[in-house]
């Protein structure tokens, strides 16, 4: 059976976050996350076990440690000769000098739009990287097919807006799950409908509206064109209710990674039956030596841990010395924590070296960020 729809991911978005001292030399796309994931593995995984076995990336800059992750696409099933993974830089093209608006994801489009024009899916999901969740987009596409919708936006309704997911996008929807108007989320009310900048439409559709505004000249966000467009094109709405979380400040990253501890999102989001797949990373079991005492935390292979680890998430390699305690931390991969060592509320970035005897702490809401190829 020929597959309906293909994916899109789109690291070129207005407005796109940075996540501080962690999306310095990266996109948000590679953060690490979860112990063994990149940010961008739960998007692709998304769409791969929705049944696309063509998935693009738009990525403008700081995409080598992407790449490095990304490989051919083998650890998604995406190492196809037709279709697969494929990832596309906006640079040196012929449209260089020709579109003004080359600051934003029309242009990035507009660069590869062959790519898309090429593909032979009937339908397109366009999606970010950064908004985590474990969701079916073929429940989704099923949906679209039968609205006669032009476009078909993903939402989720959540209940702590004021808190939560502020400066995302949000609609207002008619009773008939129409977009009235798109604003944003300035935390003013609890309740709200958050936008997760995820669009399915037609491919040729998607195609022929590039086109268009690239004539007219007058955006240069695709998301802009939606905004301004509401009432000339039929936008609808479908509501997911599965967990959520944008990856959009240091903040949202600290407290999805302690949201993680908890079981029912974990369990929906990790070991539910659409996993999520990874670059896959032969490595020795961890050695949990006579000190080493564990509680509510993650540990991922090859660690050695011979301290006190609780509510934290350990990525692979870590070396954790005796009598070290590690609590309400996340620590990557091949970082050396020597004895005697206090972390309390802190996010190790990769290749960090913490010396004997040192104390480290954050605060609970702001966690301190060390970056990474440190040592202290």
Known sequence: MRNECMGLINLDKKGAPSVSKLSYARPIASIPIAGRYRVIDFTISNMVNSRMTNVGIYAKEKYRSLTDHLGSGKDWDLSRKTGGLCILSPENTKYHNQYEGRNGDIYTILANIDYIDKSEEEYIL????YMICNIDYLEALEYHKKSNNDI??????????????????????????????????????????IFMEMYIMRRKDFVSCIYEIVNLGTYSYFQDFITHEINNIQVGAYEFKGYLKCINSIQSYYEMSKELL??????????????????????APTIY?????????????????DGVVENSIIFRKVHIGKNTVIKNSVVMQNCTIESDVVLSN?????????????????????????EKNLSI
């Open 126 to 129: 366009i999606a970010p990287s």
């Open 152 to 193: 078909t936006v993903i939402y989720k309704n959540i209940d702590n807006a004021n808190k939560d997911f502020k400066g995302c996008l949000t609609l207002n929807l008619d009773g008939n799950d129409r977009v009235i108007n798109i604003g944003s989320n300035l935390g003013t009310f609890p309740r709200a409908n």
């Open 262 to 283: 908890e079981p029912e999102v974990s369990q929906e989001l990790l070991y539910s039956n659409k996993r999520v797949l990874t670059k896959e990373k032969n490595q």
């Open 289 to 305: 030596k006579e000190n080493a005492n564990v509680k509510n935390s993650f540990i991922a292979t090859g660690c050695v841990i």
């Open 346 to 370: 802190v996010i190790l970035d990769k290749n960090i070296s913490i010396s004997e005897g040192k104390e480290l702490r954050g605060d609970e809401n702001y966690p301190m960020v060390i």
